[in-house]
């Protein structure tokens, strides 16, 4: 056998082939599709996966509005941020949040499994989530992905 055929390839930024694709998420349960977007984000389902590099695609998720949360999670769930001041800390449940932000639930969920460093801040970079069916990203010829 020869082993010296046998090479780690390891991808950078030059390498890396990023791809465009668009989900929609209507009638899609919110964990779920999150975890697979993160996976795509992320190149996970790529052989070349690198995890110092940025080697995902990027991700357009359409009818944000239209996601689904299993068991009680609309009404008993809450998100939780600071203003920075005594007193600061707001809360919001997701059904709050769909009525004014849609779309903000996905990219929450995204997010929250992503990198908590700077490769995870510039992969959250390449998702694009919209309430609507509709996107700008039309350039860019994005293929339809149904997880």
Known sequence: MNTLSYKTVSANKNTVNKEWIVVD?????????ASEIAKVI???????????????????????????????????KTYVRYTGYPGGQRFVSPKELMAKHPERIIEKAVRGMLPKNRLGRQLYRNLFVYAGGEHKHEAQNPKPVKF
């Open 25 to 33: 998420a209507e009638g899609e349960i919110l964990g779920r599709l």
């Open 42 to 76: 992320r190149g996970k389902h790529k052989p070349t996966f690198t995890p110092h590099v940025d080697c995902g695609d990027n991700v357009i998720v359409i009818n944000a509005d239209k996601i689904k949360m299993t068991g009680n999670k609309l009404s008993d």
